[in-house]
Each structure stands twice: as structure tokens, then as C-alpha cells.
T-cell receptor, first 117, second 112 residues
Framework: AQSVSQHNHHVILSEAASLELGCNYS??????LFWYVQYPGQHLQLLLK??????LVKGIKGFEAEFIKSKFSFNLRKPSVQWSDTAEYFC???????????????FGKGTHLIIQP | DAGITQSPRHKVTETGTPVTLRCHQT?????MYWYRQDPGHGLRLIHY???????DKGEVSDGYSVSRSKTEDFLLTLESATSSQTSVYFC???????????FGSGTRLTVV
């Protein structure tokens, strides 16, 4: 079974600072990778996803993530954060291939990001 | 929002009572999932369905059962609610299980 580790549980930044949230996964096979955002009181929204191809993936709201296969990592980045980026961020994986995929996404525990004006 | 609706949105129930949460989709997606979200745990899979009457257990299935008699509806039942089942429950749907997943707005359940 796969697992996901998010390194930072709470991150506090000032507006315009750069952001990088770490995500590592554990799985021996091929995976699809996702970052979701959850604004206060809302449901999860997809920020970006990686299935194959270019390991640098661009998502909505200026976010991007880089898949580094050798490091089993899929870190989320944004060059300049805004107050409206305050939210919970979840990294998730989904196994590909036989025996995998049907059982949905495996999530990390989340990173609570607070952007101070 | 993307054709997925959860009901009720909020519920308070007493320990020992049965509770059923409903997830309804209008997307005709094959795969449906129930997750619970708890602080410090992220989202954990309770049960999932890969078709009508085809369901399976997830990571935290104890104390929960599900049913899917129609493509559009996936019901989650807490057979005898306990305080440890106080949580926010999210339903998700997917057309091809490895692609995109769309989440509902959640049900906040409090067991007193």
C-alpha cells in the first residue's frame, strides 16, 4: 500500500514570500500525484496533478509542482504567496496498474498554511 | 459543484443511534468514495464503490457500512454511532479511478 508524508504541518509566511511545501510518497510502482487545497469551511479543490510527461506541472492560482522520481517527491511551489492562499494543502497519490487505483487516493496529513498580510 | 451533492450538511446525533449519510452524483461516474477528515490525520478512506452493488473496504471501515443500489447514490451508514465517529465526511467521485477526483461539500457529523 502507498503512503504519503507531508513534512510541514503548519507554515506561516508573509505576503509575497515564496512557498515550497514538501511531499514524499512511498510506493514501489507507478503513481499519479495530486495536490488539493481546502479553504476554510470548504471542500477540497484540485490544484494540480501529475500523470506522466513533463515532471514540472503547472496548476491553478500560480501553483506548480515538480515530480522527482528518484526522490519519490512531489513538492508544491509558488513564487509569491497572497493572503488568499491561506488554506490547508493536501498531497495525495494514487497507484497505477494492476491492483491499484480502485481504492481511491491516499492523502498526506496536510499542511496548514497561514499567510500574514 | 460538478454534480455531487452530500446530505445532510450538518448533523448532530446521539451515541448508539444509526446514521445514514447520502452522496448523490449526476455525472454518471463509476467510482465513488467516502472519506473522513480529522485534524492531524488528513483524509482517510472509509469505503469505496466501483459499480452498482460493488463496494469494498478502505483504511478505516470499522463501524461503517455502505450501499450503492443506483449509480448516482452512495450511502454511508454508521450502524451505532460513537463519539470517535465525530468527523467531517467527504464523498468523492471519479470516472476512471486514476484520473481526476471531485469532492462533495462534506457532512459535519457530531456524535454526542
Amino acid at each position: 500500500a502507498q503512503s504519503v508524508s507531508q513534512h510541514n504541518h503548519h507554515v506561516i509566511l508573509s505576503e509575497a514570500a515564496s512557498l515550497e511545501l514538501g511531499c514524499n510518497y512511498s510506493y514501489g510502482g507507478t503513481v499519479n500525484l495530486f495536490w488539493y487545497v481546502q479553504y476554510p469551511g470548504q471542500h477540497l479543490q484540485l490544484l494540480l496533478k501529475y500523470f506522466s510527461g513533463d515532471p514540472l506541472v503547472k496548476g491553478i492560482k500560480g501553483f506548480e509542482a515538480e515530480f522527482i522520481k528518484s526522490k519519490f517527491s512531489f513538492n508544491l511551489r509558488k513564487p509569491s504567496v497572497q493572503w488568499s492562499d491561506t488554506a490547508e494543502y493536501f498531497c495525495a497519490v494514487n497507484a497505477v496498474g494492476s491492483g491499484g487505483g480502485a481504492d481511491g487516493l491516499t492523502f498526506g496529513k496536510g499542511t496548514h498554511l497561514i499567510i500574514q498580510p | 459543484d460538478a454534480g455531487i451533492t452530500q446530505s445532510p450538511r450538518h448533523k448532530v446525533t446521539e451515541t448508539g443511534t444509526p446514521v445514514t449519510l447520502r452522496c448523490h452524483q449526476t455525472e454518471n461516474h463509476r467510482y465513488m468514495y467516502w472519506y473522513r477528515q480529522d485534524p492531524g490525520h488528513g483524509l482517510r478512506l472509509i469505503h469505496y464503490s466501483y459499480g452498482v452493488k460493488d463496494t469494498d473496504k478502505g483504511e478505516v471501515s470499522d463501524g461503517y457500512s455502505v450501499s450503492r443500489s443506483k449509480t448516482e447514490d452512495f450511502l454511508l451508514t454508521l450502524e451505532s454511532a460513537t463519539s470517535s465517529q465525530t468527523s467531517v465526511y467527504f464523498c468523492a467521485i471519479s470516472s476512471d479511478r486514476v484520473g481526476g477526483y471531485t469532492f462533495g461539500s462534506g457532512t459535519r457529523l457530531t456524535v454526542v
